[in-house]
C-alpha cells in the first residue's frame, strides 16, 4: 500500500458498508506493520469547499473527512492518483490542518 492508492475498504460488520478510499498516511506508515493507516473516502459530489480536491471528473475527496482504515481491511487496489492531484491534496492537507 502506498500514499495515494485507490482501494475498497469492506469491514467485516453487516452495518458497516464498503467503501471507495484513498490511502493518505505516509509510505512510511504505510510499509510498516502498523495496523491502522490514514485515509478518506470518495465522494461522488462536489464537497463545496476550499479543501476539497476533485480526483477526476467525478470523484472528490474533502480532506476534512480524514479517518483511519484498519489494514486488514483495505481488500483491493483500484488506481492510483495522478502526481499533480495528489500535489493539490497535500496542499488541501496542509491547508485543513495548518501544517
Given at each position: 500500500m502506498r500514499r495515494g492508492e485507490v482501494?475498497?475498504?469492506r469491514p467485516p460488520t453487516q452495518q458497516?458498508?464498503?467503501?471507495?478510499?484513498?490511502?493518505?498516511?505516509?509510505d512510511g506508515v504505510n510499509?510498516?506493520?502498523?495496523p491502522w493507516l490514514l485515509g478518506t473516502e470518495l465522494l461522488e459530489q462536489d464537497p463545496q469547499d476550499?479543501?476539497?480536491?476533485a480526483l477526476d471528473s467525478r470523484l472528490w475527496i474533502s480532506t476534512l473527512?480524514?479517518?483511519r482504515l484498519?489494514?486488514?481491511w483495505l481488500v483491493?487496489?483500484?488506481a492510483e492518483i495522478e502526481?499533480?492531484?495528489q500535489d493539490q491534496v497535500d496542499a488541501a492537507l496542509r491547508a485543513a490542518l495548518d501544517l
Open positions: 482501494w475498497t475498504y458497516a458498508r464498503e467503501r471507495t478510499v484513498l490511502i493518505l498516511s505516509s510499509e510498516s506493520e502498523r476550499i479543501l476539497g480536491v473527512f480524514l479517518t484498519y489494514r486488514g483491493e487496489r483500484v502526481p499533480g492531484v
